[in-house]
């Protein structure tokens, strides 16, 4: 990784570099990465049935990282047995015994959290100074949280006897896998369901250390259970009789697959889907600290990130100003090797998530909206996409109504408050959004009419284990986190 250096970038009037860094990056040395996993089953590694495997490779420089078993029916089918067969002792143990393990697990997060944050950049491509400070923070604070609830689930308002569900199969996406594996198996595990878990076939390798995790943290066997593969692992746990829940994080239409799928079956649903966030930016907003506001918004994690503020909304007579101010600003984000202390833009996923982007960029071109992106050297191997700014965007462009999850921003001009409320809620999406703004009761006025899940108020992209977050419309239903995060997981509660 090292031979990744990170670019200088320059800010788009100028002649010679803003400034340089010399690069700093994290020893992998941390990290060991068998050549080949099997599925973690019932405590155990065991094989796939049927031995097909599949490459997960590093996204900043296309090297095969190792080979992961695909999970298939009958794979499947044992990890739920295994599932079914923990539960009873699971289930009936007192919650606070529960909570102890998962505190266990919290702190061994955090004890070896070095070693899943660069494990976390090589699989995924996420810049390292996220996933050390962003990601592996809130994965423990998620179980923290969680092992605190354990033992008081009949005073968490929801109802004086709630019970565990029983076998939840939780399927997650790539863009932040340790993190949304964290919002899935904490809660469940906290009510006293037990899990089959399915990561995303790009970015297997921190949810196969987490499987260590529970043998280190003693967990009992097939309390924890990860079967790794493509869609069609996840259909099989989907179409699975012996499930009683299913935690789907991912896109709208594997979403509405879902539904379809488990409709009559009896099986509680929580869906976690996209996203296409209104960053609203008012005129008396404090102009600087908006803008850092819009770049984490849609630039952190690459724009990999569903509730991203992907439409930005400025107040038509600060418009120029924002504009001007936000590429000066992207001048100066450094791409490159997210192993690199430096990097505040790492690589894209994976070479099909690169095409999406790729191709709806220049959809948006095609359309009539203006393109622009800073000077930015891409590196030679691996999958990258600069920072990009739309402008001149109409509602009806694909690049204002369709998720692009990418670092790609589309900017629409609105006059009054009303007329910002319509925009940001023209979108079948309603999974966050932002305001910015300095007075306390226009954030008000404009929380209660925007249709989003979360609503941020001078800030953007805050996460914290206590928030519930989730979606409306086709950006989901049920709320991970907080305490409506139990009632997702407990008969009779809420979700
Ligand atoms: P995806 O829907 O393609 O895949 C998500 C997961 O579902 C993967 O593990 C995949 O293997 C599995 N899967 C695919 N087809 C399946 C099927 N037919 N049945 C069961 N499982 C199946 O999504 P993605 O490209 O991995 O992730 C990006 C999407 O996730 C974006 O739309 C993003 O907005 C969304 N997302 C939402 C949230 C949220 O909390 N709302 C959080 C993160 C990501």
Redesign the pocket.
């Known amino acids: 990784m090292t031979d990744t250096p990170v670019r200088n970038t320059r800010v788009p009037d100028m002649a010679t570099p803003l400034w340089e860094y010399a690069p700093a990056p994290e020893s992998r040395d941390i990290v060991t990465i068998d050549s080949s996993y099997g599925l973690f089953i019932g405590g155990e590694w065991v094989e796939p049935s049927d031995g097909t495997m599949f490459k997960t490779v590093n996204p900043a420089t296309e090297e095969v990282l190792a080979e992961v078993a695909q999970a298939g029916r009958a794979d499947v089918d044992r990890a739920v047995g295994a599932a079914r067969k923990a539960f009873g002792r699971w289930a009936k143990l007192p919650g606070a015994e529960r909570g102890k393990y998962l505190y266990r697990i919290a702190r061994i997060i955090q004890e070896r959290a070095r070693e899943l944050a660069v494990l976390e950049s090589i699989d995924n491509g996420k810049p390292i100074k996220e996933t050390r400070d962003i990601d592996l923070p809130l994965v423990a604070a998620h179980f923290f949280y969680y092992a605190g609830w354990a033992d008081k689930l009949a005073w968490a308002g929801l109802g004086p006897d709630p019970r565990p569900l029983g076998v939840a199969g939780q399927?997650?996406?790539?863009?932040?896998p340790l993190l949304?594996l964290a919002?899935k198996v904490a809660p469940a595990l906290a009510c006293g369901n037990t899990v089959v878990l399915?990561?995303?076939?790009?970015t297997p390798l921190t949810a196969l250390l987490f499987a260590e995790i529970c043998r280190q943290a003693d967990l009992p066997p097939g309390v924890v259970n990860i079967v790794t593969?493509?869609?069609?692992?996840?259909?099989h746990?989907?179409e699975h009789d012996g499930v009683d829940k299913i935690a789907?994080?991912?896109?709208?239409?594997?979403?509405k697959?879902?539904q379809r799928?488990v409709a009559g079956t009896g099986k509680r649903v929580t869906l976690?889907?996209?996203?296409k966030a209104a960053n609203v930016i008012f005129d008396d907003a404090p102009i600087d600290q908006a803008v850092e506001g819009i770049v984490n918004g849609i630039f952190f994690n690459q724009g990999?990130?569903?509730?991203a503020g992907s439409r930005l909304l400025v107040q038509e007579s600060v418009h120029d100003a924002v504009i001007d101010k936000l590429k000066r600003r992207l001048g100066t984000l450094r791409l490159g090797d997210p192993l690199d202390k430096n990097t505040d833009i790492g690589a894209i996923n994976s070479s099909v998530?690169l095409d999406r982007i790729t191709e709806l960029v220049s959809a948006g071109e095609q359309e009539g909206a203006q393109r622009w992106q800073p000077e930015c050297d891409l590196p030679e191997r691996g999958y990258w996409f600069p920072p990009t700014v739309f402008t001149g965007v109409a509602q009806s462009h694909r690049i204002a109504r369709e998720?692009i999850?990418g670092p790609v921003v589309s900017v629409l001009p609105f006059r009054t408050p009303a007329e910002a409320i319509e925009k940001a809620n023209n979108t079948p999406y309603g999974?966050s959004a932002g305001v910015w703004t300095e007075k306390g009761s226009r954030i008000l006025w404009m929380a209660q009419r925007l249709r989003a899940g979360v609503v941020w108020a001078n800030t953007f992209n805050k996460f914290d284990p206590a928030s519930p977050?989730?979606?409306y419309k086709e950006?989901?239903f049920g709320r991970?986190g907080g305490r409506h995060g139990l009632g997702a997981y407990l008969a009779g509660g809420v979700h």
């Open positions: 399927i997650i996406p790539w863009n932040f949304m919002w399915k990561p995303a076939e790009t593969g493509a869609g069609e692992t996840g259909r746990l989907v789907f994080t991912g896109s709208t239409e594997v979403g697959q879902i799928t976690e889907l996209g996203g990999h990130v569903c509730c998530q998720e999850f999974l977050f989730g979606g950006s989901g991970e």
